[in-house]
Nanobody, 127 residues
């Protein structure tokens, strides 16, 4: 139904910025809530940011508030995560996720609430 491919990860020094992209194909994007998660070695997958199916509501983990911004461009079938003021603690594999949301328009923050996942993109922040 939905295929997701992340890109934009890489190596950056502390204080730098990156913008991750999630290219989606398949079903109409407006029917899906979207989320970003990350997972560092030896740790569980962690919520980063999400938005509802219309893009009208967004939320962020406390650890990234004020630094990260989630957005979308329906014309390009893409979702983005702009990351500013990066810290070494942000180092992880970042995953894009989608959930079919036909009956509600709220956001979701748990990995188990999402139906589709990308392959992940590595972000490494050096000090």
């Amino acid at each position: 139904q939905v295929q997701l491919v992340e890109s934009g990860g890489g190596l950056v020094q502390a204080g730098g910025s990156l913008r991750l992209s999630c290219a989606a194909s398949g079903r109409t994007r407006s029917s899906y809530a979207m989320g970003w998660f990350r997972q560092a070695p030896g740790k569980e997958r962690e919520f980063v940011s999400n938005m509802d199916r219309s893009g009208g509501s967004t939320s962020y983990a406390d650890s990234v508030k004020g630094r990260f911004t989630i957005s979308r461009d329906n014309a390009k079938n893409a979702v983005y995560l702009k990351m500013n003021s990066l810290k070494p603690e942000d180092t992880a594999v970042y995953y894009c996720a989608a959930r079919l949301s036909l009956l509600d328009s709220r956001t979701y923050a748990l990995p188990g609430e999402y139906n589709y996942w990308g392959q992940g993109t590595q972000v490494t922040v050096s000090s």
